[in-house]
């Protein structure tokens, strides 16, 4: 047998000669590194240790492998060896019979692999490699120092870093400043062996931009158990946590906002109480404003995709259409009784109920004692961007004659003038003439854009 | 200034609210009332004229009135909150003598609210 040590000795892989009879003759120095040291006692059958893969649990004599092997070579045989404390490990094994010159089978070579190089292994490795391949989720592993071990191309869509980059580098790298605790932490609990599912926390691209992520991280044991290294799951929840933010902030600013409006209805009915003659006119009079403010607030009401809610515009324009509408026919056909025209201006946020409230009062005195009403009475809207100032000219046609101005305490005017002057910082110039009033308004443009 | 004739200073980014306290003040006989609807023209008012209390909407627009009542604080101006945000509690903490009415409430409210910080109290209503 001194020749047959010599040349398994040689063989670049396990491997063991016994008799038809399976027992042991002599095995190479790889041999044990696959069976164990108690699969290989010189003069007993190693094929005494196997049992079958496939029916574990009826498990059949390892003879019954050896007595195929002794009729004809076999490929690649799953099977499990079995310790001697009763636990088992799977294993794959060749068969080559050895024949005597009259061709019979005197002796077996037996190449024992392990379950890894099985060609179904093989299989379910590549398999599971095309899901990582193919994941969105950066997949990664690491070793118990944090070392990174794998790389797939989610993670290099994640991270920025390619898997040449990021293999060999530590995990660390990816967590931003601030958060140096969790790896420590995270492999601390690794090597007690938990899991840890769903973790939400930062991490920053290579680019530097911080991104949110989902961290699902797993133990990675190796076949006896002990724990070697974590795989990592991470998903990019960067855009599921801006829409939740969104989310949160148009509620605040819807918030604010109903809040505020209440508070303006409030203010308004306070103020036109003691400038009403009697509840019907004072129920009049608050209705008007509100209903004129409510159509105001849809001109400016936040859309879902903006960003910023707070500052969302309208133009002059639609301003006082949507101001006008109360007073003008619903006939197609009819003639506008207020009419404007100007270059485009936009009014932003706060702005919007103020400047729709001092129009609303221009419109609501028109019709209670000026042209609008008169059934041929018109208005003349005009606008101007006179420097830094926008120059409104509220002028009004065919109205009643007016042979003394009336008394300007009412709530239109001081609403007006307090929006115009204290808030806006602009002017406002009533003019009486006999033939109707003619109001010059100006307006900083940045109150009304800023 | 004097505290028979106290003088109220209310920042207030809504004409209409702002003035909506004012009348309420009036209405409780304080004849100095002024009304800034941004930081900028609060400063001015403070700078120029002396204020006895303010009744600060928290928020201006974007800008938070905080660096206002911090200001008001050196100075021993004393101040109510008046805000439509849920941050309460907060402001609370910061300012606890400092009452703070959520919108809506009755402007009455805010002014008798303001008016009982006074040192000698409030004039008859």
Known sequence: MKLADWRLSHLPVAAFVCRRDGKLLAANGAAPSILGNFGLTSGRSPFDQFTWDEDPANPRPGRALLAAGVEAALHNQRIQVQRPDGTRYRIAIGLQPIPNRAGRTVALLCCPFTAGEDLSMRLMLARHAAIIQNSDDAILSKDLNGIITSWNPGAERIFGYSADEAIGKPVAMLIPAGRENEEPEILARLRRGERMDHYETMRQRKDGELIQISLTVSPIRAPDGTIVGASKIARDVTEQQRARDRQELLTREINHRVNNVFAIANAIVALSTPFASSPQALSRAVRERLDALSRAQRLSRPGLADDNLASVSTTLDALVDTIAKPYESNEPTARRRIRFAGPEVTVIGGAVSNLALVIHEFAANAAKYGALSQPRGTVDLDWRLDGENIALTWVEHDGPSIAVPPATTGFGTLISRRVMVDQFGGTMDLDWRPAGLVARLSIPVEKLTR | ?125
């Open chain 2, 1 to 125: 200034m004097s505290m028979d004739r106290p003088a109220i200073l209310i920042v207030e980014d809504e004409a209409l609210v702002g003035l909506e306290i004012e009348l309420a003040f009036r209405e409780m006989g304080i004849a100095e009332v002024r009304w800034a609807p941004d930081l900028e023209k609060a400063r001015q008012i403070l700078n120029s004229e002396a204020i006895d209390g303010a009744v600060l909407d928290v928020l201006l627009g974007d800008t938070e009135v905080f660096p206002l009542a911090e200001e008001l604080a050196r100075r021993g101006i004393v101040f109510v909150f008046h805000t439509g945000h849920a941050q309460a509690v907060d402001i609370n903490r910061q300012w606890p003598t400092s009452p703070v009415f959520r919108k809506p409430v009755a402007s009455a409210q805010v002014a008798r609210g303001l008016l009982d910080m006074l040192p000698d109290g409030a004039p008859a209503q």
